[in-house]
């Protein structure tokens, strides 16, 4: 299973409203691969049946890349 269909899956299951944070980390994904997937995160988005918030966190040594998911 490839990690786009895991992500779509996954907000597929969440309740209205309920919201997921995906990190980099946590899916072992570069930035760069992280920063596609948020691309494509973001275009889905526009058909309306969740949102996404990108927050850039940091911490003392290294940049967290964060995408919030918001379920409608």
Request: aromatic letters at 8%; charged letters at 20%; hydrophobic letters at 35%.
């Amino acid at each position: 299973m490839d990690i786009i269909h895991q992500i779509t899956q996954k907000i597929s299951s969440l309740s209205a409203g309920e919201q997921w944070d995906i990190r980099a980390k946590d899916l072992w994904l570069s930035h760069s691969d992280f920063h596609s997937i948020s691309v494509y995160l973001s275009r889905e988005s526009e058909k309306g049946g969740f949102s996404i918030q990108h927050l850039p966190r940091s911490s003392l040594f290294q940049t967290l890349d964060v995408v919030t998911v918001t379920k409608h």
